[in-house]
């Protein structure tokens, strides 16, 4: 019986090397950026600093911003991929409020230094428009990627704006997670609770969105 072929170990060694070699180049940057903030670092000081050419640093991030935001197309994957994976007659909106309370990144995972790494970067985006920029395009490119497949599985037209409205629903409860996430760390509130409470409001988003719009508010505009 032959056996099925394997990968070259001359393309593992470089591989791996390539990952190598991109984790240290962002390590070195996010050290750099802490240290003297986004703006006040250059891509040549980052190259000089991780021993490694400005264009070495370019062929691994297509920007200096995504020297931050890096492993933000492996979120789009994973949360395009919960969606379409999801169980036979679940509906996107629970697969897609699933994968929001996995659990998953330094808040919940915790640790030593989880803190200070999740308050270093809060403070270096709220102090540097250009990365907040960059991250208004990655929700944007986040929501147009989500709002494609739905429209695909719906078999939507192209002027149906239902999976359009659908995908800026959902992402706006991740923009709000994120958002409500900076602003408990940088308060100073304690992991573990931090955790509980962005949960308990991704809880509340989404049962919100499961039940509808049509009743929102009514109460409150009767006392008028």
Known sequence: MTEAPTTPPETGRRARKKQQTMERIAETARGLFLEHGFDGVTVAQIAAAADVSEQTVFNHFRTKEDLVYRGLEVFEAQLLAAIRERGAGESALAAFGRFLRGGRGLLHEGGAGAREQLAGIARLIA?????????????????AALAGLLAEETSAGADDAVPWVAANAMMGVHRMLVAATRRGILQGTDLQRLAQEVDGQAERAISL???GLGGYAAEAARGR
Do not use: D, K, M, Y
Not at 127 to 143: D, G, K, N, Y
């Open 127 to 143: 102090a540097s428009p250009a990365l907040q920029r960059r991250e208004e395009q990655v929700f944007v490119t986040h929501t």
């Open 209 to 211: 969105l499961e039940n």
